[in-house]
Nanobody, 114 residues
Framework: QVQLVESGGGLVQVGGSLRLSCAASGSIFSAWMGWFRQAPGKQRELVARIYSGDSTSYADSVKGRFTISRDNAKNTVYLQMNSLKPEDTAVYYC?????????WGKGTLVTVSS
């Protein structure tokens, strides 16, 4: 069983930066980790993913602005978000796919104000 706890959300102005953290209760070095987000009235969408070999993928809307990374020694995954836009406003969820099971955090709210 893996438990995920996000932190780092908050209110930021357009063009600003935030770094989200996702702390896992267990070892995640072999897990596929990802960040999803859900804006009000919209479906949850994949933002970024990092695979067990540390390759990454991003949604087109965040390419060049967001960076996902992991620190296996700390069992933590990060999402560095730069050049934030109002449309990035959402609840951001950490996700783990580990041994065929899906795990989700409770989410952290990011609000980008103009």
């Amino acid at each position: 069983q893996v438990q995920l706890v996000e932190s780092g959300g908050g209110l930021v102005q357009v063009g600003g930066s935030l770094r989200l953290s996702c702390a896992a209760s267990g070892s995640i070095f072999s897990a596929w980790m990802g960040w999803f987000r859900q804006a009000p009235g919209k479906q949850r969408e994949l933002v970024a993913r990092i695979y067990s070999g540390d390759s990454t993928s991003y949604a087109d809307s965040v390419k060049g602005r967001f960076t996902i990374s992991r620190d296996n020694a700390k069992n933590t995954v990060y999402l560095q978000m730069n050049s934030l836009k109002p449309e990035d406003t959402a609840v951001y969820y950490c996700h783990a796919l580990y041994r065929g099971m899906d795990y989700w955090g409770k989410g952290t709210l990011v609000t980008v104000s103009s």
